[in-house]
């Protein structure tokens, strides 16, 4: 089976190549429910190179995720590069890529051509429909990120290139943003909560306080996006790690920037719109409203209080209010997806309850936004510009997949799986959160509308 597709990205050859051949790249490329690269440090696409990614969600043990592993060939550093099948699922593969710009008269503009050919196992030949549409998918939504990224960096190509320091840099948002960073020709260097350290890697222990100022040196940023998920039933043992796995982090960093003379000038810190409380119906909730009530609203507003000396010190403070992200690697969308692929999803709030949602793409851009904006300080709002009912959620959602959205989720399985004052404030919350803030400093989300965005996401 031969696929050949071509795409279009307005940006020169040149900057489409080097893209390319930078760290972060394949995490780019991939998407997050459906592979994970072996080494998201890694770049380039020289010849020799060997790729492995494990195949499923990241959710699953590894032992239920296969491993793919392709080997880079016939590489000439202008774009043309060729990716064989070492090991893996299909009898055999192999994938010819040619960046090329489009029109000789208009180097803005380039083209990625792609041809693969490709052979399943026989037993499986009568899917090669299925796998035709699921890798033609895939090539669209490279291409889409590849331009959506690229439109990103160009904000900033005429600024310095950063280092910056990035806390909680496996999680859902901070593994897109390390990636995202590394693609734009920034320097990452992961904060881990471990003794042994690679390059560039920076260790650090908030539960003992530890933190060395020496190994702040030279970096420009700290994105502190560490926490424990909150995705978790709420016990009396899992609401303490939750708040005390973010002030301790945060104030940990606070006051080691605060005391450096040489340090780095800003914390990106993350923060949540449950700062706002879960239930704010009939209000259109800015930066500059008060906070809410409730276990979420009192671990925000002492998470962003945490920061406090480091303002007081003089270093540029930014909170990213970070609203429900839509991905099909985790956070609020994946428990849907097996009930609406089985037909029996719906809705899982009040008709008329409002989310404030935004794709792990553009939060992770946001981030990025935070941390390369000299003007970015105080709150942000980290939310799309067209926040969704949970009606339109459900029947969006529904159409994207192509299955019924009928039957509202019974308020028990929220309350089974997060207690009851988790759902209270998870699942049941109706906030409607202003982006405006975040529009108005520069930042344009790639997807702002649901149904746009849920293609994406999906690859539908």
């Given at each position: 089976?031969r696929i050949e597709?071509t795409h279009?990205?307005d940006?020169?050859?040149?900057?489409?190549?080097?893209w390319h051949?930078?760290p972060?790249?394949l995490?780019r490329l991939?998407?997050?429910?459906?592979?994970t690269?072996?080494d998201?440090?890694?770049?380039?696409?020289?010849?020799g190179?060997?790729?492995?990614?494990r195949?499923?969600?990241?959710?699953l043990?590894?032992?239920l995720?296969?491993?793919?592993?392709?080997?880079h060939t016939?590489?000439?550093?202008?774009?043309?590069f060729t990716d064989r099948q070492a090991?893996?699922p299909?009898?055999t593969?192999?994938h010819?890529?040619?960046i090329?710009?489009?029109v000789?008269?208009?180097p803005?503009r380039?083209?990625l051509?792609?041809?693969?050919?490709v052979?399943?196992p026989r037993r499986l030949s009568r899917l090669?429909?299925l796998?035709?549409?699921q890798?033609?998918?895939?090539?669209?939504f490279r291409?889409?990120?590849?331009?959506?990224?690229?439109?990103?960096?160009a904000r900033f190509?005429?600024?310095?290139?950063r280092?910056i320091?990035?806390?909680?840099?496996?999680g859902?948002?901070?593994?897109q943003?390390?990636a995202?960073l590394?693609s734009?020709?920034?320097?990452?260097r992961?904060?881990?909560r471990e003794?042994?350290?690679?390059p560039?890697?920076?260790a650090?222990?908030?539960?003992a306080?530890?933190?060395?100022?020496?190994d702040?040196?030279?970096?420009?940023?700290?994105?502190n996006?560490?926490?424990?998920s909150i995705?978790?039933r709420?016990?009396k043992a899992?609401?303490?790690?939750?708040?005390e796995?973010r002030?301790?982090?945060?104030?940990?960093l606070?006051?080691?920037?605060a005391?450096?003379?040489?340090g780095?000038?800003?914390l990106?810190?993350a923060?949540?719109v449950?700062?706002y409380?879960?239930?704010?119906?009939g209000?259109?909730?800015?930066?500059?409203?008060?906070g809410?009530?409730?276990?979420l609203?009192e671990?925000?507003?002492d998470?962003?209080?945490?920061?406090?000396?480091?303002?007081e010190a003089?270093v540029?403070?930014?909170?990213?209010?970070?609203?429900v992200v839509?991905?099909?690697?985790g956070?609020?969308?994946?428990p849907?997806?097996?009930?609406f692929?089985a037909?029996?999803?719906?809705?899982?709030?009040?008709?008329?309850?409002?989310t404030?949602?935004?794709t792990?793409?553009?939060?992770?851009r946001?981030?990025?936004?935070?941390?390369?904006?000299v003007?970015?300080?105080?709150?942000?709002?980290?939310?799309?510009?067209?926040?969704?009912?949970a009606h339109?959620?459900?029947?969006?959602?529904?159409?994207v997949?192509?299955r019924?959205a009928?039957v509202?989720v019974?308020?028990f399985?929220?309350r089974?799986?997060l207690?009851?004052?988790?759902?209270r404030?998870?699942v049941?919350?109706?906030?409607?959160?202003?982006?405006a803030?975040?529009?108005a400093g520069g930042?344009?989300?790639?997807?702002?509308?649901?149904?746009?965005?849920?293609?994406h996401?999906?690859r539908?």
């Open positions: 089976m597709t279009r990205v940006h020169p050859h040149r900057d489409v190549v080097d051949e930078r972060g790249a995490i991939t998407p997050p429910g459906l592979a690269p072996d998201p440090a890694e770049g380039g696409t020289r010849a190179r060997i790729v492995g990614v195949l499923g969600p990241p959710l043990p590894d032992v995720r296969p491993r793919w592993v392709v080997r016939d590489s000439d550093g202008q774009g043309r090991h893996g299909w009898r593969w192999q010819e890529h040619e090329r710009p489009e000789a008269e208009d803005s380039t083209g051509h792609e041809v693969i050919d052979e399943l090669e429909p796998a035709e549409r890798i033609r998918s895939v090539l669209s291409a889409s990120q590849l331009r959506e990224d690229l439109d990103f960096h190509a005429g600024t310095p290139r280092t320091a990035i806390t909680g840099s496996s859902l948002i901070g593994t943003l390390a995202l590394e734009g020709g920034h320097t990452v992961r904060m881990i003794d042994a350290v690679g560039g890697e920076i650090w222990d908030p539960r306080g530890v933190l060395d100022p020496g702040l040196e030279g970096v420009d940023v700290v994105i996006l560490a926490g424990r995705a978790t709420w016990t899992a609401r303490r790690q939750i708040y796995s002030i301790h982090g945060t104030a940990l606070a006051r080691t920037l005391r450096m003379d040489n780095p000038r800003a990106v810190q923060s949540a449950g700062y409380g879960g239930q704010r119906p209000e259109l909730l800015t930066e500059s409203d008060p809410g009530e409730g276990f609203a671990v925000v507003r998470w962003e209080a945490a920061a406090r000396p480091a303002a003089g540029r403070v930014a909170a990213v209010r970070t609203g839509l991905s099909d690697a956070g609020a969308l994946l849907q997806l097996p009930l692929l037909g029996v999803g719906g809705r899982l709030n009040h008709p008329e309850a409002v404030s949602w935004i792990l793409d553009d939060i992770a946001v981030f990025a936004h935070a941390a390369l904006s003007d970015v300080e105080g709150p942000l709002n980290g939310v799309a510009p067209q926040p969704a009912t339109e959620l459900a029947r969006t959602l529904g159409k997949l192509r019924p009928l509202p019974p308020g399985g929220p089974l799986v207690g009851a004052e988790g759902a404030e998870l049941q919350a109706d906030q409607n959160v202003s982006d803030r975040l529009q930042f344009h989300a790639a997807h702002g509308e649901l149904e746009q965005a849920l293609r996401v999906l539908r």
